[in-house]
């Protein structure tokens, strides 16, 4: 006789404040080399966490290994409690959704069919609940105007938004988004740092790859600066974007300094005076 699996279900709703990703003492060596080296981190349910520092520098695979998609050579990635590789991929599925570099499709693929592949993993959900989340993913990432072009005729920033779409129509509690902002427009870079902070806002715990030191000041609750595969500090964006340590971390001088209107912490790079 076949036993039949029962079919995984979203998990609860994370209470504020819970530690529903962290690495402890993560080593990841790729190509023979060590990417990373040691790194604590933890990102909580209700905070946005921004990943900065130069290339190189191990963002990316730090996001991978949090998403437990890229296996550690020492220490431990633990999801919810439990260590990334004791759930399954389905159960994985149900609890991050993963925003890579790059989105390439080879087949000619709508738009809303895009977005519609972030319910494949919410197999007990009624239709009407599929269509609400793709819906309002669609809407909240200013794509719906284009729903039924293929994916393959968009630019390259319409593309990033139906990836987050996607993403967003997974309703996962851990969003992990690797430079979501890379492709777009200056409107666009805010739209998706606000829905950020509004998904952490409604409880959700939200890991982002910035570049942008100006946008991880202005919206992430806290800011990771990685440096040679290790964390050079971790803390709200106004204790640990310093002149010094920026500086060092980016071989570049920059200066810090609060915005004249709002106060928030402002970053830029020092250049010389231009003559007249």
Not at 91 to 109: H, I, M, T, W, Y
Not at 184 to 211: F, I, N, S, T, W
Not at 248 to 260: A, R, S
Request: charged share 25%.
């Amino acid at each position: 006789m076949r036993l039949l699996r029962s079919r995984p279900v979203p998990p609860p709703r994370p209470a504020p404040g819970e530690v529903l990703a962290e690495a402890a003492e993560l080593r990841v060596d790729l190509g023979g080399r060590p990417v990373l080296d040691g790194v604590d981190i933890a990102a909580r349910a209700g905070e946005v966490l921004a990943l900065v520092g130069p290339n190189g520098a191990g963002k990316s695979t730090l996001l991978g290994a949090l998403a437990g998609d890229v296996a550690s050579g020492g220490g431990v990635v633990r999801l919810f409690g439990r260590a990334a590789a004791e759930w399954t991929v389905a159960e994985l599925a149900l609890r991050r959704a993963v925003l890579p570099q790059a989105a390439v499709l080879s087949f000619p693929f709508t738009v809303e069919d895009v977005v519609r592949m972030g319910r494949a993993p919410h197999a007990t959900a009624t239709p009407d609940e599929d269509e609400r989340a793709v819906g309002e993913a669609m809407a909240a990432t200013e794509v719906a105007g284009f729903a039924v072009r293929p994916f393959s005729a968009l630019s390259g920033g319409e593309r990033a938004r139906v990836a987050l779409a996607r993403v967003l129509a997974q309703c996962a509690p851990l969003l992990l988004l690797d430079e979501p902002t890379a492709a777009l427009d200056l409107k666009h870079q805010e739209l998706v740092l606000r829905l950020c902070r509004d998904r952490a806002h409604a409880g959700d715990a939200v890991v982002v790859v910035l570049h942008d030191l100006a946008l991880a000041a202005a919206y992430a609750h806290r800011v990771a600066i990685l440096c040679a595969g290790r964390v050079a500090a971790v803390g709200p964006p106004a204790e640990v974007f310093e002149e010094r340590l920026l500086s060092e971390v980016y071989d570049q001088p920059v200066e810090v300094f609060p915005h004249p209107r709002t106060g928030a912490v402002v970053v830029a790079p020092k250049r010389l005076e231009r003559r007249a």
